[in-house]
């Protein structure tokens, strides 16, 4: 039977590996974004490139579409590596937790299997004396 420390443990174990899912899909988000705005900087400056009407029109406004593309893509890239470490955070501190919780069971098994020596030793005594 597990004991209050074993269920709050276990508890906590859950609750670390959501927010580590949690951290794991804002950090695809953050790639995701990432890679969709440099993308888009890569076909306005391929547009840029080519040469269009539109683009000997108006080349600051398409340059400024690619700047904040690019700086888009570098916010999202950081936001990734900042969601990467709480992701290793998360992760760390759940295996802590994953090892206590382990710990906290084998010390409960010895215990019950002590208790289950000396409640033996104790029927022999009585019945052999």
Same mark, same amino acid.
């Given at each position: 039977? /597990?004991? /209050?420390?074993?269920? *709050? %443990?276990?508890?906590?174990?859950?609750?670390? =590996?959501? %927010?580590?899912?949690?951290? =794991?899909?804002?950090?695809?988000?953050?790639?995701?974004?990432?890679?969709?705005?440099?993308?888009?900087?890569?076909?306005?400056?391929?547009?840029?490139?080519?040469?269009?009407?539109?683009?000997?029109?108006? /080349?600051? %406004?398409?340059?400024? *579409?690619? !700047? @904040?593309?690019?700086?888009?893509?570098?916010?999202?890239?950081?936001?990734?590596?900042?969601? !990467?470490? *709480?992701? %290793?955070?998360?992760?760390?501190?759940? @295996?802590?937790?994953?090892?206590?919780?382990?710990?906290?069971?084998?010390?409960?098994?010895? @215990? !019950?299997?002590?208790?289950?020596?000396?409640?033996?030793?104790?029927?022999?005594?009585?019945?052999? !004396?």
């Amino acid at each position: 039977m /597990p004991t /209050p420390r074993q269920k *709050r %443990l276990q508890k906590l174990v859950l609750v670390m =590996q959501r %927010l580590k899912d949690f951290h =794991q899909a804002q950090h695809a988000a953050h790639m995701a974004d990432a890679a969709v705005a440099q993308e888009e900087a890569k076909a306005i400056t391929e547009t840029l490139d080519a040469g269009t009407d539109m683009t000997a029109l108006f /080349p600051e %406004l398409y340059h400024r *579409r690619v !700047a @904040n593309a690019l700086e888009r893509s570098r916010a999202s890239a950081e936001r990734a590596r900042q969601e !990467a470490e *709480r992701l %290793l955070q998360a992760d760390a501190r759940g @295996n802590a937790l994953a090892r206590a919780y382990r710990e906290a069971s084998d010390l409960s098994e010895r @215990n !019950a299997a002590d208790k289950e020596r000396l409640e033996f030793i104790e029927r022999r005594k009585t019945s052999g !004396a």
